[in-house]
């Protein structure tokens, strides 16, 4: 028989408050054991108590819910892995905010603007394209799961992207997107000339156009897993003057975008930060 504590005692068990408890199972990370169908009280079965304080300590590291919720299932090696693999990360995008501290106290100091920094940046042509393409608002704790639900409807749906820059799917920033603020956002998803029509009938909720032809500069950056938003910043900045010295004209927002491993799941897509110039 399963044995079942109270929430309070339950939340005494596992170091966490009733009220984080509460938002655990309603993201689904860890539900009651059993609620009372007249009061809603939740009861919690003792054997929960692992992943409560694996949650807990996730969360003292600043780990988002959404990526505990696919780690809790794993065996503890491959969480091991999970975990080893985000921290690095993160550590990643502490030494980008160390750096961009500096660039903006530099900056605000009198002294250069220019940014020290190893972003290798090029230039490439893109064709013009037709593009399936969802706008939304959206703050920073939601981009993630906007940006798989997005990817996911074409998955689901046997759409495969197309190959190169030109067939990668893409996020536009036209706004910023952080705790305060919500974009807007825009995801595009390539599609064949030919297939555009058809495509767009199977996606009635998606919106068809047109991307003309442009020149792009980009830097490339690796897993997007791994793309914070302070070494996005840092690398805008490289990638802004980068345009500055060539005597560019930015055009649009910055994107992201997306290549291999965008419908086929496995380790994710690598991703380059873009912008249009002219």
């Known amino acids: 028989m399963v044995e079942l504590v109270s929430i309070g005692e339950f939340a005494r068990l596992a170091c966490l408050s009733p009220k984080a408890l509460r938002l655990y199972d309603q993201s689904g990370l860890l539900p009651a054991a059993r609620i009372d169908v007249t009061s809603g009280y939740r009861w919690y079965a003792v054997g929960q108590l692992e992943a ?70 090029a230039l490439r042509e893109l064709p013009a394209r037709k593009l399936l393409c969802q706008m939304q608002h959206v703050h920073r704790d939601g981009l993630m799961a906007v940006g798989k639900e997005f990817i996911g409807t074409f ?9 190169g820059a ?43 156009r047109t991307d003309p032809a442009h020149q792009e500069a980009y830097t490339h950056q690796g897993p997007a897993a791994q793309l914070g ?18 005597h560019l004209r930015p055009v649009g927002g910055f994107r992201v975008m997306y290549l291999g491993g965008a419908a086929n799941g496995g380790s994710g897509p690598d991703c380059d930060l873009v912008v249009p110039v002219r």
Do not use: H, K
């Open 166 to 208: 030109a067939g990668a799917p893409f996020v536009i920033y036209y706004g910023e997107v952080n705790q305060d603020s919500d974009g807007p956002i825009e995801w595009c998803w390539p599609v064949p000339e030919e297939q555009a029509q058809e495509l767009a009938a199977r996606f009635p909720g998606l919106t068809l």
């Open 155 to 163: 998955r689901e749906a046997g759409v495969r992207p197309g190959s």
């Open 229 to 246: 938003a302070a070494r996005a910043a840092l690398a805008g900045e490289r990638l802004l003057a980068w345009v500055r010295e060539q």
């Open 52 to 121: 409560a304080r694996l949650i807990a300590a996730l969360r003292q590291l600043g780990m988002p819910l959404a990526l505990i919720g696919p780690i809790l299932p794993l065996e503890d090696a491959e969480r091991a892995g999970r975990i080893s693999e985000w921290w690095s990360g993160v550590q990643v995008e502490n030494a980008a905010r160390q750096q961009l501290a500096g660039l903006l106290v530099d900056r605000l100091s009198g002294g250069g603007s220019v940014v020290e920094s190893m972003v290798e940046v």
